[in-house]
């Protein structure tokens, strides 16, 4: 269960940290680059770059996704998991009754 919170907290934030400076960069066509020293990077001036950096932003959401789909696919086989032990746990009673009453009978028939 902490798999499923963890995982999609993880990757609602890897989202969010790039959507929004996208967003921004879409509307104004100014984007700031990553890490100590920040530059601005105009899409008028520097077209080339400005798209390197923008990809780069939607692969950092991509990763953020890919996190978001680990939990949902850990819930969805924990849950799957849990609907399986149901009948598997069903079954191995009935076999076990089963094999009970044989034991029983063949032990009568020699006393």
């Not at 950096?53 to 996704?65: P, S, T, W």
């Amino acid at each position: 269960m902490f798999v499923v919170f963890g995982s999609s907290l993880a990757g609602l934030y890897l989202i969010l940290r790039d959507l929004f400076p996208w967003l921004e960069a879409q509307r104004s066509g100014v984007l700031r680059t990553r890490g100590y020293n920040r530059k601005r990077v105009l899409r008028a001036e520097d077209p080339e770059r400005f798209r390197a950096l923008l990809r780069n932003r939607v692969d950092g959401m991509i990763i953020g996704l890919l996190a978001v789909g680990v939990g949902i696919c850990w819930a969805f086989f924990g849950l799957f998991a849990l609907v399986l032990i149901f009948p598997i746990a069903a079954i191995m009673t009935g076999m076990s009754k089963r094999g009970k009453t044989k034991a029983k009978v063949v032990a009568d028939e020699f006393a």
